[in-house]
């Protein structure tokens, strides 16, 4: 048995759900509703959920720990599914602080237990916590085994999704697989939302930039008969396992998941506010199947990224600054280009009352990424709208339609 007591400065107000796996496997993650920014970037209006899970058998796991905003609840949790059992390993799927925080506590609660990662792993132990745990620790390797008795598992590698230190684990016997950062979502577990969405914005905006290592991750996981996949956050998927791994093979191998257009705009008095509405309708008239539109200097950056990838088209609108681009739109392109947006057709919009020089600086940044169609064209707007420049808007839209 281990004591649930907690440093004051760790207690946070935090709600507790408890999905149920099995009997033997039994969930002890925490949904936290008091953060409004995960990874102090990313809001999260639904909360998030920290997943932790105990396996019961001759040998007791426990799948990683949580974040240090849920310690208190976590370990209330953690102490009640092990009742008068203590663990015999901790099984380290991932070193970010939002699993590993309560690792030096548990570690020094249980000094038998033994700590379960690979060669990357442990030095990042000693980087967070002052020490490798090296007498205790079990270094595996990808496809190692480790039988807790009836229950069996199996660990394999997947650097980059989202850390260098990053595995999964199979657990042959139930066929479940503990899937680390993969299929996570923004939420907490007691709020009901659609899944799609925020995974979807979870995914490029957390791990958009490896799509590469998701890919070897799906090759390594395909072969696995998977029952459940327990990931480190949203909800444990137990139904329909082919929907949710069909959107991992598009959103890693960077296709559109769907055909439709994002206008992102950056307009600083509205003048280009109002081309990109324009080009809106046009762009609906012209028969796109789906519009969407945002306004980069209100809009939550992660959604907007997350639109520029879910759709086929994407359509820049931004005002001339300082002989550049408007910082919101720069600042966009910057998020695009760091999660290594591509393969995806593109029509660019300025505005500019002297010298306009969004168009160029836009295009520059776009040249850096892979596989973009652009359309040749650059609407170039003169402080407002005109009736040539309404023509130009109506040229694009056909013709970023086209391309
Ligand atoms: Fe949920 Fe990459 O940590």
Redesign the pocket.
Known sequence: MISASVPSLFRKESSIMKPVISDAIVYIGVSDHTIDLFENQYPVPNGMAYNSYVILDDHVAVMDTADVRVSEAWRENLSAALGDRTPDYLIVS?M?P??CANIAWLAEQCPDMKIVGNVRTFPMLKQFFGQDYKDRAVLVKDGDILSLGTHTLQFFTAPMV??PEVMVTYEQSEKVLFSA?AF?KFGALDVEEDWTCEARRYYFN?VGKYGIQVQALLKKAAPLSIQTICP??GPILKENLGFYLEKYQTWSSYQPEEEGVFIAYASIHGHTKEAALLLESLLKEAGAPHVSIADLSRADIAECVEDAFRYSHLVLCSSSYDGGIFPPMEDFLHHLQAKAFQNRKVALVENGSWAPSAGRGMKAILDTMKDLTICPDIVTIRSALSPESEEGLRNLSKELLAL
């Open positions: 991932h970010e939002d699993h989202h850390w950062d996570g957390i480190l956050h």
